[in-house]
């Protein structure tokens, strides 16, 4: 090649390059997914903190409580950059930082003028659930009734009722939701709250007829799904803990308010009310047990950090359980865990003493991590679901383990107990469900909530 064609080869090369440097940027199919992965949650129709909405034109264009959210062509003066960058950027709240690349395309597109081309209006995609599986699907959550004779199961998208005596399928309930998180009976056995959603779309609980299924309504209270909790003791309403570090107040009665509390850092894995009804315990994935006022919808106090995840918490009343990823199983009393800081010694020689060595009150070490917990009604007993393959029960009164229900489908992710504390219902994520007699310590029959080819 001569040097006359081998520069006409270079100029086009170079004038390519300019060209797809200069390329204008889509908002629509560069920057939208950014937005749509990391923001769209907790700016958006329905939950627009600090009044910004990302999920349309008109809100990207005025801003929030702080301002704009970004100056036409100027990059480093618009507070989108500034909030995503730096060595710890304040946005996305509560998760990782954006890749640089992100960042840079973030950049690039404010550079180039912020222009909106158009903003995807979002349609959450319809549940479709089979009538038969091609593999079984992970049973996430199960509940007994008071009287030990029904059971309701949470599978990927439906709840199934299961005749606990017989041990047969009742009735198969699709939900609506992506992912069903936590099933429970209300006290007097005459509602079910299911709790879920579709993730980064909407998390809500809906309430269906504990005898015929019917749905009595649906309450979509979040940008996310939902994850474990359950009825108030008066079953007026039920509590379930969210992402953003957020516990779920909500009423069954649709036309009062839901209520929310945003005290953990962290996604809130499991909330367990007092039997007064007064105070909540919530576990979460910032390694913390808190506990807090329903009545205030206020933080009382942390009474836990582990090294580990939490991922489900229960109570008598007098103690606060908790159990995650550490294998431990710990206890807390109340009165000494939200009482005042003791000191040792006087005036300038006293030193605080370790509260948490006051309230601890340490079960037996677990083999595995704790992955779900159950109390019977009458509060005297706790169940724990762990990875190992047995669900071992405990008196509250004196820690001591009753008994371990041996060949369990493991792991274990949900269990249940009715009111006397007779029968525990579990399930796993191989898809089985487990129905077990606790007084003679004994399987009684396993099942499957659906059918699989």
């Given at each position: 090649m001569n040097q006359n064609i081998l520069l006409k080869v270079l100029v086009a090369w170079g004038i390519a390059a300019g060209s797809a440097v200069a390329e204008p940027m889509s908002f629509e199919r560069e920057v939208w997914p950014i937005f749509r992965r990391h923001c769209?949650?907790?700016?958006?129709?329905?939950?627009?903190?600090?009044?910004?909405?990302?999920d349309t034109a008109d809100g990207l264009t005025k801003g929030g409580e702080t301002g704009a959210l970004f100056v036409s062509g100027k990059p480093d003066e618009s507070l989108l950059i500034s909030q995503v960058s730096g060595e710890k950027p304040e946005m996305p709240e509560k998760e990782p930082p954006l890749s640089a690349q992100k960042v840079k395309i973030l950049r690039e597109w404010i550079a180039q003028g912020a222009k909106i081309d158009k903003v995807p209006k979002m349609v959450v995609p319809a549940v479709k659930v089979p009538e038969v599986y091609a593999t079984a699907p992970a049973v996430t959550a199960v509940a007994l009734s008071?009287?030990?004779?029904?059971?309701?199961?949470?599978?990927?998208?439906?709840?199934?009722?299961?005749?606990?005596?017989?041990?047969?399928?009742?009735?198969?309930?699709?939900?609506?939701?992506?992912?069903?998180?936590?099933?429970?009976?209300?006290?007097?056995?005459?509602?079910?709250?299911?709790?879920?959603?579709?993730?980064?779309?909407?998390?809500?609980?809906?309430?269906?007829?504990?005898?015929?299924?019917?749905?009595?309504?649906?309450?979509?209270?979040?940008?996310d799904t939902l994850f474990r909790g359950e009825f108030s003791p008066d079953g007026s309403e039920v509590a379930f803990g969210g992402p953003g570090g957020v516990v779920h107040v909500i009423p069954v009665d649709s036309a009062k308010p839901v209520r929310a509390m945003e005290i953990h850092s962290d996604w809130v894995m499991d909330v367990a009310y007092t039997p007064d009804g007064k105070?909540?315990?919530?576990?979460?994935?910032?390694?913390?047990?808190?506990?807090?006022s329903v009545e205030e919808m206020a933080l009382l106090r942390s009474v836990d950090e582990s090294n580990e995840m939490i991922y489900a918490v229960a109570t008598d009343g007098d103690t606060g359980v908790s159990g995650g990823s550490a294998k431990v199983l710990a206890g807390y009393d109340y009165k000494l865990a939200l009482a005042g800081v003791e000191v040792t010694g006087s005036g300038n020689g006293a030193t605080p003493v370790n509260?948490?060595?006051?309230?601890?009150?340490?079960?037996?070490?677990?083999?595995?991590?704790?992955?779900?917990?159950?109390?019977?009604?009458?509060?005297?007993?706790?169940?724990?679901?762990?990875?190992?393959?047995?669900?071992?029960?405990?008196?509250?009164?004196?820690?001591?383990?009753?008994?371990?229900?041996?060949?369990?489908?493991?792991?274990?992710?949900?269990?249940?107990?009715?009111?006397?504390?007779?029968?525990?219902?579990?399930?796993?994520?191989?898809?089985?469900?487990?129905?077990?007699?606790?007084?003679?310590?004994?399987?009684?029959?396993?099942?499957?909530?659906?059918?699989?080819?």
């Open positions: 769209v949650a907790c700016h958006a129709e329905g939950k627009a903190k600090g009044g910004l909405r990302m008071p009287d030990g004779k029904r059971g309701v199961v949470g599978c990927r998208s439906e709840v199934v009722m299961v005749d606990v005596d017989e041990g047969k399928v009742m009735k198969r309930i699709p939900t609506g939701m992506d992912l069903v998180n936590d099933v429970a009976f209300s006290p007097d056995g005459g509602l079910i709250a299911v709790s879920g959603g579709y993730p980064q779309q909407w998390g809500g609980v809906l309430f269906l007829d504990a005898a015929s299924g019917a749905e009595r309504g649906l309450r979509k209270v979040a940008a105070r909540l315990v919530s576990g979460s994935r910032d390694k913390t047990t808190k506990v807090s509260k948490k060595a006051q309230y601890l009150r340490a079960f037996e070490g677990q083999t595995e991590a704790v992955m779900t917990l159950a109390t019977s009604g009458n509060r005297k007993l706790l169940v724990v679901g762990t990875r190992a393959s047995d669900i071992r029960v405990y008196r509250f009164a004196d820690r001591g383990r009753l008994v371990v229900l041996p060949k369990a489908e493991a792991p274990v992710l949900g269990v249940a107990m009715d009111e006397a504390g007779s029968r525990v219902l579990s399930g796993s994520k191989s898809g089985k469900v487990q129905i077990w007699d606790v007084k003679e310590g004994k399987l009684l029959r396993t099942l499957d909530p659906v059918p699989v080819r």
